[in-house]
């Protein structure tokens, strides 16, 4: 296991740490690209580092959409990045079968919003004993989120975070109550998923929008509120991204944004 999962407590206490990466696994040079600009932008500010990318994107509007360059390819990129960095992936399953596989290759299992109530999945993903973060549901009050955390220690796994990506205002727009940060605080170490919680979904395009030019305002808000940790979507052209790029943050604005985050975060412990 990475030394950042064993020692999550006390890094917490110095700072935020950073789950980040593209949307998509494209291919094995755009994964290890972002990562090692991520890595040494982690490294000079001292942020711990969860690297991000999901094998597959299930959850599409249209039949044409990406979703993937084949789960054990890209699963495979995940663990290499991984080894190579020595930091902790993350990805989500969408299925009970998808743990297992999953796990092999993974640190962290990570649960989409619209199944974080999904019994299968959530015992599936607490039984191969990895750390479990699941996404608020875009439907649901922050205090809810406490059932689907018993779900995970009731079947034997206290890794288990929780993370916020917005709530549904409206058909095309997402919206953050801080109020939920603490709230969830009280049931696991909470994240604020800044880049989709400014997504605007059900676009009559059937591609989703975004509002990135918002990103910093809401990550300086989370970080002020007390959220644990940080999600950011990131790549180097999003405009050319198969999967979220119109809410993606452009690379090259991360380590202005992570500086600017890491002060806010002295000013408030």
């Known amino acids: 296991m990475p030394k950042l999962l064993k020692n999550l407590k006390h890094s917490k206490a110095n700072n935020f740490f950073l789950l980040a990466g593209p949307c998509a696994i494209e291919g094995e040079k755009m994964a290890f690209d972002i990562a090692e600009r991520i890595h040494d932008i982690t490294n000079r500010l001292e942020i711990p580092w969860i690297f991000k990318g999901s094998y597959r994107k299930a959850n599409r509007s249209r039949l044409d959409s990406f979703t993937g360059i084949g789960d054990e390819k890209a699963l495979r990129i995940l663990k290499a990045v991984g080894q190579k960095y020595d930091v902790p992936v993350v990805s989500d399953i969408h299925s009970a079968q998808e743990a297992i596989l999953a796990a092999h290759y993974v640190d962290i299992l990570q649960i989409p919003a619209f199944l974080c109530r999904q019994t299968d999945i959530l015992v599936a993903a607490a039984k191969t004993g990895k750390t479990i973060n699941i996404k608020k549901g875009q439907f649901l009050a922050p205090e809810s989120m406490q059932f689907a955390v018993n779900k995970v220690k009731e079947s034997g796994n206290n890794k288990v975070w929780l993370t916020d990506r917005g ?96 002060r806010v975060r002295k000013a408030v412990i």
């Open 167 to 262: 709530t549904m205002f409206g058909y095309q727009d997402m919206v953050v109550d801080f109020r939920g940060i603490p709230k969830m605080e009280e049931f696991a170490p909470t994240i604020m998923d800044i880049t989709h919680s400014l997504q605007q979904p059900n676009q009559s395009s059937g591609v989703t929008g975004g509002q990135p030019e918002m990103i910093e305002t809401i990550g300086k808000a989370a970080i002020a509120a007390g959220a644990d940790g940080i999600f950011i979507e990131t790549h180097y052209d999003p405009s050319v991204a198969k999967s979220d790029g119109a809410n993606m943050l452009h690379l090259d604005r991360l380590e202005e944004l992570l500086t600017k985050l890491v």
